[in-house]
């Protein structure tokens, strides 16, 4: 039968990859990494298999690692010992999160973007991404407040790009302002613009020791809600954001393509942790050919129009694409 055959182009390994039309690079992943005060050797996250909160030292030979790697950056979230209503350590110097991040910067050299996760979150008593007003809201304005302060040390102790992550109104404009008046032209900011109050940040709650009380949903973005997503990415390019983010990514994939299509900047996709304990569980029960999965889970975020990935998998994932 003559005609059109679009099957010759799937014929051999050879021809389906000369022929793909997506691809993964290892400098295309970025490793969320937990660093947590007071331990001395790495700690299991249960609810995350293959995943720990880092000792400082045991951070340096997961930087190292990293970097052998070949992934693009790390991004860094701090676990403190101590919390309190304002998040007082996430401005600290001598903080875990501004300590870790030191300690990584000297360990990766030129080889890594070292990241940090600019949220109040994990330093607060309450768990909020911000400052609780006297009716126990979260206010925008004190919140921003927090926010530059929080970006000057995070800048002053080496981090290359700030992970906004609080989903404040203008919190892009006030970082960027704080940022450029005290001349750190050069550190960029990733905008988590379209950060959804999702379910499937289940076991990163573990990770950080979460102690939220209630829910997030009057500042993340309502799951049902695909034209809002893009309503906070168009503002964050506004605010002049270097970089911006969709977050979770597999159940959100839509939102990806639709910033993908109108964003100046590289758009960048977050593959959460209920994404990741998902897939490990089915696979640990034999559901699954774990591998082809977690490849296949990633680069459907790549096709989808995210230029870098973060997930847990990034070093592993990258040894495979050597």
Request: with cysteine; charged share 20%.
């Amino acid at each position: 039968m003559s005609g059109v055959h679009p099957r010759t182009l799937r014929a051999t390994p050879a021809m389906r990859r000369l022929v793909a039309q997506t691809r993964i690079h290892p400098a295309q992943l970025v490793l969320p990494m937990f660093v947590r005060e007071g331990i001395t050797s790495p700690v299991p996250i249960a609810s995350m298999p293959g995943v720990v909160q880092h000792s400082l030292d045991s951070l340096r030979r997961a930087i190292a690692e990293a970097a052998e790697a070949g992934i693009g950056g790390v991004m860094l979230f701090g676990v403190p010992e101590h919390k309190d209503a304002v998040g007082s350590g996430a401005t600290d110097p001598d903080g875990i999160l501004n300590v870790a991040t030191r300690v990584a910067v000297a360990e990766a050299g030129d080889a890594l973007v070292v990241q940090t996760d600019l949220c109040l979150d994990e330093f607060t008593d309450h768990g909020h991404c911000g400052v609780l007003d006297e009716r126990g809201r979260v206010d925008n304005a004190a919140s921003l407040l927090r926010y530059r302060e929080m970006a000057l040390v995070q800048a002053s102790s080496g981090s290359q790009l700030l992970g906004l992550s609080g989903m404040m109104d203008g919190q892009v404009a006030a970082v960027r302002a704080a940022l450029d008046d005290a001349g750190f032209e050069d550190t960029a900011i990733l905008g988590y613009a379209a950060k959804y109050a999702s379910a499937f940040y289940g076991p990163f709650r573990e990770a950080v020791q979460s102690s939220l009380q209630g829910d997030r949903r009057t500042y993340q973005l309502d799951p049902a809600n695909r034209r809002e997503g893009l309503r906070e990415v168009t503002l964050d390019l506004a605010e002049g954001a270097d970089v911006v983010m969709v977050k979770p990514a597999m159940s959100y994939l839509d939102v990806l393509a639709d910033a993908a299509a109108v964003s100046t900047v590289p758009v960048w996709a977050y593959q959460v942790s209920g994404e990741y304990s998902m897939i490990e569980a089915a696979a640990a029960h034999g559901w699954i050919d774990r591998r082809r999965v977690v490849e296949e889970s990633v680069l459907s975020i790549r096709r989808a129009g995210a230029e870098a990935v973060l997930t847990y998998w990034a070093v592993e994932l990258a040894a495979w694409l050597r």
